[in-house]
């Protein structure tokens, strides 16, 4: 009976279309899960997580069929892309670098976004233009150059017409019935389950310095980002989210004197946002090349070089970045400081969050 429903809508959905921008048909796809669903130990709806999983793998959730969300968030990758920007649906480029997704939110479970002051999600994007994981998850999707979706109405039916999603549905959430919500639900919990927290760093700050984890290379590199040139200040590498509310969640770097692209000012209006960025989690950064909102740099290398000698005179350039008569200042960082740095940057790296299978394709062509 589910079978035969799933089919009908499916049937009438697409015989009717004809305007090429309308969803295209699903494909044969097969999905290779566990035959028992992963178990997390955390409160959450059945099978939640398994759902979340397919749904951020399908390609089937653009509108061509062309581009799912890992098209961009590549496990091997921390979850961030290779390029400067990312190819869409339509082949045309995402106008920022994609970001590595990771310990958006500290603690899975039941949210109640309405609370005030409590904001477990941060701020998301470059320029922290969303606050809730639900709401932000669906906006890949009906994004023009992303995913293409131009009407989810059409989208939850596609969906219901895609063979494998009735059983993944109801393990889910009880019935087969696919609704925006639901979908947001289920992505945003996978999303908030990538989680870091097995670094070699982690390792270190767990032994408390007792036992010598790192090596004296990273511990040099260790010793200039906290104390010596103060990357601490704003990159809090010792926080899951990898910035403190403390030392604020956006800086102007001093990229350029003048920015093509503004990042916070295009959220807030204000002349006082122009240039400022989120600070990104250096978490698994050795992975997440090219770097910066733009992904100008290519290397750890060229990021490092920034500091030392880029730093450009911005109005809103960050007062971490300037000297006590308010010129940039340019950290003078030696050659062997920068291997030592670069070291370091590399102990933030999560072999177990890389090759996690629970965050892993489901597709067994994808
Ligand atoms: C075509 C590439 C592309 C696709 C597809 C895509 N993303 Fe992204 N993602 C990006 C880019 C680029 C950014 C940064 C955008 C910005 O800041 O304006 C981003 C940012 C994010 C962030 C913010 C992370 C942070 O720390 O603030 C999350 C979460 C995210 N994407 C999840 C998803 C999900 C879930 C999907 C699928 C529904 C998805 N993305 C599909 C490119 C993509
Ligand atoms: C004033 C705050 C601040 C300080 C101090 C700072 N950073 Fe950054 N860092 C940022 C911001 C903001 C970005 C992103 C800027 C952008 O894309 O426009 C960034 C980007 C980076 C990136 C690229 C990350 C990515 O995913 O693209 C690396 C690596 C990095 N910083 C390392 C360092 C090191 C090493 C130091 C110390 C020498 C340092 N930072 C000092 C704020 C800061």
Redesign the pocket.
Known sequence: MKTQHAVFVFVSLFLGACDPSELQQPQEITLQLPSQPYSYNLPVKDDLPTLGRVL?YDRQ??INNS???S???KQELGFA?NVPF???FAARL????????QN?NTSIGPIDDTTPGFEPQG?????GRERV?NN??LK??INH???GVNDLQSFTKKVTGIPYYGDLFTNAFGDVKVTKERVAEA?SWF?KSIKSNQTKFDQHVKCGGLVPVLSPLEAEGWHLFLEKYNCNSCHHVQQPTGYSMFGGTFANIGLDKEYSDNGVQSVSKRAGDAGKF?IP?LRNVALTAPYM?DGRFATLGDVIDHYKTGIANHPNLDIRLRNSDNSPRRIPITDTEKQALITFLHTLTDPNMIGDPKLSSPFKTN
């Open positions: 951020f959730l653009s581009i799912s969300c098209s961009c968030h892309d990312s190819t869409g995402t106008s920022r670098n994609s970001m590595p997704i958006l701020f998301l994007f470059w320029d994981l932000m998850v890949p999707l150059v992303e995913m992505l999303v989120k989690s909102h």
